[in-house]
Nanobody, 118 residues
Framework: VQLVESGGGLVQAGGSLRLSCAAL????????MGWYRQAPGKQRELVAS???????NYAEAVKGRFTIIRDNAWNTVYLQMDSLKPEDTAVYSC?????????????WGQGTQVTVSS
């Protein structure tokens, strides 16, 4: 299983970006997908997550500005980021808990850079 991300880039403060994360390869069941970010010199933090139960969590810093969305096939998750701030600058990584025939595990994408200029 691979998590393939896209959509990062450079944007001015107040702008928007949409990240996508697609789970590819094999037969699997996705239990949870989420986005994390890590800024230089800081610890990685959860940005948003969505479970198959419908439960959604957002970090306080992004509530009201970011929206996590999944497609109906549950293979792709998007992170719609609006009203971006310079402090949102970080490497954003997709994470998923996936069940294969041999059991469940967490998988990570390669990360995508988001830079917000002031």
């Amino acid at each position: 299983v691979q998590l393939v991300e896209s959509g990062g880039g450079l944007v001015q403060a107040g702008g928007s970006l949409r990240l996508s994360c697609a789970a590819l390869g094999g037969v699997f069941k996705i239990n949870l997908m989420g986005w994390y970010r890590q800024a230089p010199g800081k610890q990685r933090e959860l940005v948003a997550s969505i479970a198959t139960t419908g439960s959604i969590n957002y970090a306080e810093a992004v509530k009201g500005r970011f929206t996590i969305i999944r497609d109906n096939a549950w293979n792709t998750v998007y992170l719609q980021m609006d009203s971006l701030k310079p402090e949102d600058t970080a490497v954003y990584s997709c994470n998923a808990n996936i069940t294969l025939a041999q059991g469940s595990n967490y998988y990570w994408g390669q990360g995508t850079q988001v830079t917000v200029s002031s």
